[in-house]
């Protein structure tokens, strides 16, 4: 059974700093790996989808990475702001389904 | 496109009573997913439907719980009997490759 885990579950920086977010999962046989960011009372948006033959996605400020052969990815955001304060969720989805199995989820408070 | 559109956005209902959630997808979307998030637990999957049949319900608490997929263009999640212990947020996804969620329905049972 495939498990996700995310370290940490909370972290506090303050404004402009650069940070990492680490997800791993037991399970290597993957097909994609995603991530997301929850609001308050909030749906998930979706950042970056990575799939299982790629290294790494990028989009503006965000930068995941996946290592598929030892089980992590990392979701690096450059220069902080305010406005990136949420909870940031990693999924990995199965080599023979599509269901989504996610982690509990890092909690990123931004101060200004 | 709208995106992943759930309703209601809340419900509080008594317990015994039947609760029915409902999604609409994304057009061109093959499947379809139910989620259920709690501080405990955090997201899980309930069930998931590929081109509206569904493929794993083993996620699906217990036979309180029903969901059904008629067209590609709605889905419902039902829960009879509703008990308190099924207070929590139920998200509907869909996708390709890629999932995408709606805003959630905040699911209240006294």
């Known amino acids: 059974k495939q498990e996700v885990t995310q370290i940490p579950a909370a972290l506090s920086v303050p404004e402009g700093e650069n940070l990492v977010l680490n997800c791993s999962f037991t399970?290597?046989?993957?097909?994609?790996l995603q991530w997301f960011r929850q609001d308050p009372g909030k749906g998930l948006t979706s950042l970056l989808l990575?799939?299982?033959?790629?290294r790494e996605q990028t989009s503006g400020r965000l930068n995941a990475s996946l290592d598929k052969s030892s089980g992590r990815s990392t979701l690096y955001i450059a220069a902080s702001q305010p406005g990136d304060s949420a909870t940031y969720l990693c999924?990995?989805?199965?080599?023979?389904?599509?269901?989504?199995?996610f982690g509990k989820g890092t909690l990123l408070t931004v101060n200004p | 496109d709208a995106g992943v559109i759930q309703s209601p956005r809340h419900e509080v209902t008594e317990m015994g009573q039947e609760v029915t959630l409902r999604c609409k997808p994304i057009?061109?979307?093959?499947?379809l997913f139910w989620y259920r998030q709690t501080m405990m637990r955090g997201l899980e999957l309930l069930i998931y439907?590929?081109?509206?049949?569904?493929?794993?319900d083993s996620g699906m608490p217990e036979d309180r719980f029903s969901a059904k997929m008629p067209n590609a263009s709605f889905s419902t999640l039902k829960i009879q009997p509703s008990e308190p212990r099924d207070s929590a947020v139920y998200f509907c996804?869909?996708?390709?490759?890629?999932?995408?969620f709606g805003q959630g329905t905040r699911l209240t049972v006294v």
């Open positions: 996804a869909s996708g390709n490759t890629e999932a995408f």
């Open positions: 399970d290597s046989a993957i097909y994609n």
């Open positions: 990575i799939q299982s033959s790629q």
């Open positions: 999924a990995v989805s199965g080599g023979s389904n599509y269901k989504l199995t």
């Open positions: 057009s061109g979307h093959d499947y």
């Open positions: 439907f590929n081109n509206n049949v569904p493929i794993d």
